[in-house]
């Protein structure tokens, strides 16, 4: 399978985050996309460096002001005070219900809160370029499937699919499946399939294409009345106007089996099939690892050849964009299992 990586994404590296009340670490590092590198090469993958340039692609899934801020974050943290640099900006105040969102605020902190869902993802001197290089990577993709290739590996971070058309969270800043399944209605693709296997809702993928009948969005994920994104993901959210009955949430219960799991996971290949997609979009999260610290899935690494199985069963061209999975050391060999299984399977 081809895959693509960029060093770009080290760029990204926050010193931490606030995790239940604590700060700690970042779970979502560098050392994540190199474990999959090492990996890869080891199962003799060869990589490839994106060749695409996402910035059209990233005007169509995102807001103009949304991807301005992004863009010069840093440089306006920075012109607060100098100091800054050896800081990282979280925000503190947000525009929830009756406040306004319309009014960008002069203040760089309002304006942080303005863009972000949540504080939990921490921004770098290298945060847009490692964003702007995974985008890349799924526009690559997507004109490789274009070309003819059967299947490409997005092996970027940060994460995607928690960012929306105009916010950040969740780790994720640009939202590389919706440029990737954007990238080929794009290159003529008329029905495009998106399956996020994350253990979180993809709640801004959701959002950014719920009211389009193009692009089918299908989600397994941690019911959110206690999981993160805790927000969306209700299996009532079908779509709204021409989108209509084009959303598909499979939420379950903290702790289900792998059995329920694998059950929601046909329940999702139906509906694609249904659907009549051209090409599919997967959010390989693989935080449904039995080890992950911060989900209660319990995959092992013979479910995910498992899933690779039964995703090229679809026989549809597809992008895998790597999500997320925070048992780092494990996620290089979890995300070769899918790769493995795809490959034996296609």
């Given at each position: 399978?081809?895959?693509?990586?960029?060093?770009?994404?080290?760029?990204?590296?926050?010193?931490?985050?606030?995790?239940?009340?604590?700060?700690?670490?970042?779970?979502?590092?560098?050392?994540r996309a190199?474990?999959?590198?090492?990996?890869?090469?080891?199962?003799?993958?060869?990589?490839?460096?994106?060749?695409?340039?996402?910035?059209?692609?990233?005007?169509?899934?995102?807001?103009?002001?949304y991807l301005a801020f992004l863009e010069n974050a840093w440089g306006d943290w920075l012109a607060q005070d100098a100091a800054n640099a050896a800081r990282q900006p979280?925000?503190?105040?947000?525009?929830?219900?009756?406040?306004?969102?319309?009014?960008?605020?002069?203040?760089?902190?309002?304006?942080?809160?303005?863009?972000?869902?949540?504080?939990g993802s921490p921004l770098t001197a290298g945060t847009w370029a490692a964003a702007k290089a995974g985008a890349d990577a799924?526009?690559?993709?997507?004109?490789?499937?274009?070309?003819?290739?059967?299947?490409?590996?997005?092996?970027?971070?940060?994460?995607?699919?928690?960012?929306?058309?105009?916010?950040?969270?969740?780790?994720?800043?640009?939202?590389?499946?919706?440029v990737a399944a954007q990238a080929l209605r794009n290159g003529g693709a008329d029905r495009v399939a998106v399956l996020d296997v994350d253990y979180?809702?993809?709640?801004?993928?959701?959002?950014?294409?719920?009211?389009?009948?193009?692009?089918?969005?299908?989600?397994?994920?941690?019911?959110?009345?206690?999981?993160?994104?805790?927000?969306?993901?209700?299996?009532?959210?079908?779509g709204e106007g021409a989108g209509q009955g084009f959303n598909v949430n499979l939420p379950l219960p903290a702790g289900s089996s792998v059995g329920v799991w694998f059950d929601a996971l046909e329940q999702g290949c139906l509906r694609i099939a249904k659907h009549g997609a051209q090409a599919l979009v997967v959010s390989?999260?693989?935080?449904?690892?039995?080890?992950?610290?911060?989900?209660?899935?319990?995959?092992?690494?013979?479910?995910?050849?498992?899933?690779g199985r039964r995703l090229a069963a679809l026989g549809l061209p597809t992008v895998f964009v790597l999500e997320g999975g925070y048992a780092a050391e494990a996620l290089g060999s979890n995300a070769v299992q899918v790769i493995d299984g795809f490959e034996q399977g296609y």
């Open positions: 399978m081809i895959t693509l990586f960029s060093e770009r994404h080290a760029l990204h590296a926050p010193a931490f985050e606030f995790f239940r009340g604590e700060r700690v670490p970042c779970f979502e590092t560098p050392a190199a474990f999959v590198k090492e990996c890869l090469l080891q199962g003799g993958h060869a990589l490839r460096e994106p060749h695409a340039d996402s910035r059209a692609l990233l005007g169509q899934v995102h807001s103009a002001r979280f925000p503190s105040v947000w525009p929830v219900r009756t406040l306004r969102s319309d009014v960008e605020p002069a203040n760089f902190t309002a304006r942080l809160g303005l863009y972000s869902m949540d504080n799924a526009a690559s993709a997507a004109a490789l499937l274009s070309e003819g290739a059967a299947a490409v590996f997005c092996c970027s971070r940060p994460p995607g699919h928690h960012a929306g058309a105009d916010f950040m969270g969740g780790y994720c800043f640009l939202n590389n499946a919706a979180h809702h993809g709640n801004g993928t959701q959002s950014i294409f719920y009211d389009r009948a193009d692009v089918l969005f299908v989600s397994l994920h941690g019911d959110p009345r206690t999981e993160y994104p805790f927000y969306l993901g209700h299996a009532d959210e079908t390989l999260g693989l935080d449904t690892f039995e080890d992950d610290p911060i989900s209660t899935f319990t995959l092992r690494p013979a479910d995910f050849y498992r899933l």
